[in-house]
């Protein structure tokens, strides 16, 4: 059974960083996309960031130059740290892992097979 688990959420001040790590259990690694996707509250998912098994990386255009997607494989975790933040940054943070790897991008991230329960990040002005 596949199994993701978020931490890391934190409250912060526009400017700062914030680094999220997502623990992955039950998933066998080969071919995969893995990736975050947000929701703040009143508003749709969004796709943030996403990684392909052969190592490509996407971003939405609001955050691309500020987060960076990674992945630690042999310690099955997956990373997303945040930089620059800003108020608008503000949302519930899920990570998600899918098999299909053709398509995969940051917008894709929101509708992966499996997900986890996400972690909350509050930016301040």
């Known amino acids: 059974q596949v199994r993701l688990v978020e931490s890391g959420g934190d409250s912060v001040q526009a400017g700062g960083s914030v680094r999220l790590s997502c623990a992955v259990s039950?998933?066998?690694?080969?071919?995969?996309?893995m990736g975050w996707f947000r929701q703040a509250v009143g508003k749709e998912r969004e796709g943030v960031a996403s990684?392909?098994?052969?190592?490509?990386?996407s971003y939405a255009p609001s955050v691309e130059g500020r987060f960076t997607i990674s992945t630690d494989n042999a310690k099955n975790r997956l990373y997303l740290q945040m930089d620059s933040v800003k108020p608008e940054d503000t949302a519930m943070y899920y990570c998600?892992?899918?098999?299909?790897?053709?398509?995969?991008?940051?917008?894709?991230?929101?509708?992966?097979?499996?997900r986890g329960q996400g972690t909350q990040v509050t930016v301040s002005s």
């Open positions: 998600a892992v899918d098999h299909e790897w053709r398509g995969c991008s940051a917008d894709r991230a929101k509708d992966l097979t499996y």
């Open positions: 039950g998933f066998t690694y080969g071919y995969y996309c």
């Open positions: 990684i392909v098994n052969y190592g490509s990386i």
